[in-house]
């Protein structure tokens, strides 16, 4: 069992606390770690490193503050195996899906060690007579992260690797219910020659969080979280004038048009809905079928699928490799919190058609597993459509048209991600254009873009003007300044 430290100006100390969580392996219920409750002082004090290394770091050419992520992507990709497997053990998905993270690190940190690029401003001669105009791009302090449990090794790399390309420092906040992985990554960040205050990582719960937020020295906040806690973060943010980009929660939806390729469209779904036991912000957890045979179509097939899902401890020797496993949810907790909405779309009124409640897993009868499950006629602004539940719970509605289709997901709350399954490019391009979600799929049930386009959504689900990696986060980690100039001609 291991107790993890925090990483303040280039060290690993016991930090100063309030006590300690437990950190639960979810397939077993086994204490595997425990997590200090870092306190204020103790934030600060990292957020005062960071501080003091900005002064330096942030006049250290570019070419060199890229050259550590360069060392950082050879160590991450020599132990990626072993960070995959402790992001297992504590968080519950399949190593295939840990393994699938530990890709897009890698692709965050090629995309930031472009910076000497991406970085670059704009000139504009002759903006006016003899006069120049001119567009640099400057660091600007100190940054912060609060991670999410459901990515502890992916969602940091959409912030941390682009903060120190563009020359600030950076805090990051992991989750107090999986702290090991980030443990285990920052043990590489240690190796690769930064310089002590340019990274600091911070273990505890909210209070820690919120000291992050209120700190005057921290110049911007990032985190992935739920809506409610996005929005008080944003609110506090604004208030105390400092940036912020806050990823909130989502309802994320799959139409399937009659003409889809229905055993391709199936196994899409099935991947979508269930991987990470639904624990992704891009998890597919609403079906919307067009259609009086399409629908009977997913209720009959979508269904049957459902229930060959294997459920399983996801690091079972038997099973470890497979490539559709699901896990348990990450807590005693979130899986009440579930059953709670299975309980209430039954009171709605909706069919429970496929019921996981009562899962049975061997071995593990202390985890907190819960099989698929599945709710037809289900109606748009019933419970169970327009909460975010974050488990294997999926719901079916019915529309008559595509542009019903695209009313009912519209007409809800958040817009994270949405998709479409057909084979004609007017429905296609009708659907991209029009629906109001942040990330939209063609005939892919996941659209999370890669690192080197934007990731983010719209309406509730997201809090930010910028959304997260890529070149446009640049603008996140930087403050534009115009410059406009003119010289004289020296007199003789």
Known sequence: MKTVKNYVNGQWIEPENSGFLDVENPSTGQVIGKTPLSTVTEVNRAIDAAAEAFKDW????????????????????????????????????????????????????EVACGMPVLQQGDKLIGA?????????????????????FNFPAMVPFWFLPYALA?????????????????????????????????????????VAGRALIDNPLVKG????????????????????????????SAKNHLVAMPDAKVDDMIRNMITSCYGCAGQRCMAASAIVAVGDAM??????????ASKSVLVANPLDPKVADESMVMGPVISARSKRFII???????????????????????????????????FTNVKPGMEIHST??????????????????????NDHQYGNGASIYTQNGYYARKFKLETKCGMIGINIGIPAPVAYLPFGGMKESQFADIKAQSKTIVNFFTEAKIVTERFWPEED
Do not use: W
């Not at 003899?130 to 940054?143: A, Y």
């Not at 975010?388 to 997901?409: N, Q, Y």
């Open 340 to 374: 709670k909405m299975i309980d209430a779309g039954i009171k709605e009124g909706a069919t429970l058609a496929l019921d996981g409640r009562d899962i049975d897993v061997p071995g593990c009868e202390n985890g907190h597993f819960i099989g698929p499950t599945v």
């Open 128 to 148: 006016s007579y003899d006069i120049d105009g001119e567009v640099i791009r400057l660091p600007i302090g100190v940054f912060a992260m609060i991670a999410p």
């Open 166 to 206: 563009t020359g600030n420092t950076y805090v990051v906040k992991a989750s107090e219910q999986v702290p090991l992985t980030m443990q285990s990554i920052v043990e590489y960040i240690d190796q690769i020659g930064l310089p002590k205050g340019v990274f600091n990582l911070i273990n505890g719960d909210n």
């Open 388 to 409: 975010e539940i974050f488990g294997p719970v999926v719901v079916v509605l019915k529309a008559g048209s595509l542009d019903e289709a695209i009313r009912i997901i």
């Open 58 to 109: 942030s006049h250290t050419p570019v070419s060199r503050r890229v050259q550590p992520l360069y060392k950082l992507d050879e160590l991450l990709r020599e132990n990626e195996e072993k960070i995959a497997r402790t992001l297992v053990e504590e968080m519950g998905k399949s190593l295939p899906d840990a393994r699938a993270e530990m890709k897009r690190i890698f692709e965050n940190i």
């Open 221 to 248: 906040v990032s985190l992935v979280g739920s809506t409610r806690t996005c929005r008080t973060v944003s609110e506090r943010c604004a208030q105390t004038h400092k940036r912020c980009q806050a990823m909130g």
């Open 295 to 304: 629908y009977k179509t997913i209720c009959d097939r979508f269904i049957e």
